[in-house]
């Protein structure tokens, strides 16, 4: 079994559309996380949410919003995409809050035309 | 602020011989550090952390790495590299709080040659 997921692997679209992706975790993990990671490979934390709470939201575009479900269920809902969005998107979840590992999804590769 | 530093963007190996990929930190407060593994087209995985105690922590597929205060290093080793080590390696620091928000460093391809 996959323990964090993201659907869809690859999103190719173009500018000015809306699009989502979609994470879940079967861990019983109660935070969950959305990082970028730019076409250098630098990896950005964007959002975290703490059972369903948001906990951390970075400076990033209000065109990007989260939302949480449930604790399992993490989604990446993007406005108006923009050419720079272009970069694949991790989920990942952890135990808790502090310091602890955080498990990750394979990534959505998205690609704004 | 909270940064991470990874001075080499790459790292070239022979299998078999030791390995090590550095990573220097800066934080105000105690330092929780993480070294990641990122093999092609996949997420991260988790190799091993630093908390409190032991200097030298011990993690997955025979990694290690060591603590050092005075140095604000955490570099990450291995005794014997293997070609299969090759991948991406990304230190990360969790900034004070207990969100846990980690900050990465920009991560060092590692080449483990036959």
């Known amino acids: 079994d996959t323990a964090v997921s993201q659907t869809p692997k690859y999103l190719v679209t173009q500018m000015g559309n809306d699009k989502s992706i979609k994470c879940e975790q079967n861990l019983g993990h109660d935070t969950m996380y959305w990082y970028k990671q730019d076409s250098k490979k630098f990896l950005k934390i964007m959002f975290s949410?703490?059972?369903?709470?948001?906990?951390i939201n970075e400076t990033v575009p209000n065109r990007f919003s989260p939302k949480s479900p449930d604790k399992a269920h993490l989604n990446l809902h993007i406005n108006s995409l923009e050419l720079g969005d272009s970069a694949v998107y991790f989920c990942a979840s952890s135990l808790r809050t502090g310091v602890n590992e955080q498990f990750f999804g394979p990534g959505t590769r998205l690609t704004v035309l | 602020a909270q940064s991470v530093a990874q001075p080499e963007d790459q790292v070239n190996v022979a299998e078999g011989n030791p390995l090590t990929v550095k990573c220097t930190y800066s934080?105000?407060?105690?330092?929780?550090l993480f070294w990641y593994v990122q093999y092609p087209n996949r997420g991260l995985q988790f190799l091993l952390k630093y908390i409190t105690g032991d200097n030298l922590v011990k993690g997955s597929y025979g990694f290690e790495a060591e603590f050092n205060k005075s140095q604000t290093s955490f570099h990450l080793k291995k005794p014997s590299a293997l070609v299969s080590d090759s991948a991406l390696y990304f230190c990360?620091?969790?900034?004070?709080?207990?969100?846990?928000?980690?900050?990465f460093g920009q991560g060092t391809t590692l080449q483990v040659k036959p």
């Open positions: 934080v105000s407060g105690n330092p929780y």
């Open positions: 949410y703490n059972n369903k709470e948001l906990i």
């Open positions: 990360a620091v969790s900034v004070s709080g207990n969100t846990g928000k980690l900050i």
